[in-house]
């Protein structure tokens, strides 16, 4: 397990982020029952509705969490640079856990705020995460 060791920032937050995820989806879940939603339905898209925002939010991390599960993932086992994929990694969790946040509290406008440049960030730090595991490959 020594070999892992450097990227033990990069391994925590793709743990960090799953808990997340795992976390919210019964508030996300509690907030439909309490709209009387069936499970998996959604609520209707309007943003000063907590449960659309909580249940958004939950659906936002399960969306993004395979693609960064995958790429620190494979920057790991190809052997990209260890203090990148670590900082780029913990960035995106910062990035996804404020935005996580700015979302369920319906922080700023629904579109173009603080939440989208938030997404823009952990996005852009997952898209050179998979660069660097592609360089790292060959």
């Given at each position: 397990m020594d070999m892992f060791a450097e990227y033990s920032h990069a391994i925590s937050s793709v743990v960090l982020f799953t808990l997340?995820?795992?976390?919210?989806?019964?508030?996300?879940?509690?907030?439909?029952?309490?709209?009387?939603?069936?499970?998996?339905?959604?609520?209707?898209?309007?943003y000063s509705d907590?449960?659309?925002?909580?249940?958004?939010?939950?659906?936002?991390?399960t969306e993004t969490l395979p693609a960064f599960v995958a790429?620190?993932?494979?920057?790991?086992?190809?052997?990209?640079s260890p203090f990148w994929v670590n900082l780029l990694a913990s960035v995106a969790l910062l990035a996804r856990v404020v935005m996580l946040v700015v979302h369920i509290k319906g922080i700023g406008k629904p579109n173009s705020g603080l939440r989208s440049v938030l997404y823009v960030l952990g996005w852009a730090c997952m898209f050179v995460i998979g660069l660097m595991a592609l360089v790292a490959a060959f």
């Open positions: 997340v995820v795992l976390f919210l989806a019964p508030f996300s879940a509690l907030a439909k029952q309490g709209k009387g939603l069936a499970p998996g339905a959604t609520p209707e898209q309007d907590q449960a659309y925002r909580l249940n958004r939010a939950y659906l936002n991390g790429v620190v993932t494979a920057a790991v086992l190809l052997g990209a």
